[in-house]
C-alpha cells in the first residue's frame, strides 16, 4: 500500500514559481514510475509529467515542458515539481500518484494541493 501526500501549493502571479512536494510513505516497494496529474475546475484530470526510480527517466506534457521539472530523492521518499513561469491556465489541483504508466495514472493518489495563478 502506498500514501502519497502533496504540499507546497499556493498562489503566485503569472510568471512566478512553486515547488510541490510528495512524500511517499509505504510499507512495500516504492512503485518505479511516479507522476503528477491535475485538474483544473471543470475539466478533466491530466497528465503533467513522470519520472522513473533513477531520475534519469523524465516525461512531460507538451503545455509544460520546459517550464516544470519533475525530480525525486528515494532516500527520502520524496517527488518533486518544480514549476516556474507559471501562466493561469496552470491553475489546478495537482496531484501525486504512484506507479504511473506512460501518461496514464497509477491506483494511488494524494489528496491533491490547489495552485493559483493570476494574471
Known amino acids: 500500500q502506498v500514501h502519497l501526500v502533496e504540499s507546497g501549493g499556493g498562489s503566485v502571479q503569472t510568471g512566478g514559481s512553486l515547488r510541490l512536494s510528495c512524500t511517499v510513505s509505504?510499507?512495500?516497494?516504492?512503485?518505479?514510475?511516479m507522476g503528477w496529474f491535475r485538474q483544473a475546475p471543470g475539466k478533466e484530470r491530466e497528465f503533467v509529467a513522470r519520472i522513473g526510480w533513477s531520475g534519469i527517466s523524465t516525461y512531460y506534457a507538451n503545455s509544460v515542458k520546459g517550464r516544470f521539472t519533475i525530480s525525486r530523492d528515494n532516500t527520502k521518499n520524496m517527488v518533486y515539481l518544480q514549476m516556474n513561469m507559471l501562466k493561469p491556465e496552470d491553475t489546478a489541483v495537482y496531484y501525486c500518484?504512484?506507479?504511473?504508466?506512460?501518461?496514464?495514472?497509477?491506483?494511488?493518489w494524494g489528496q491533491g494541493t490547489q495552485v493559483t495563478v493570476s494574471s
Open positions: 509505504q510499507r512495500s516497494t516504492v512503485p518505479p514510475i
Open positions: 500518484n504512484a506507479d504511473v504508466r506512460e501518461t496514464e495514472p497509477g491506483p494511488y
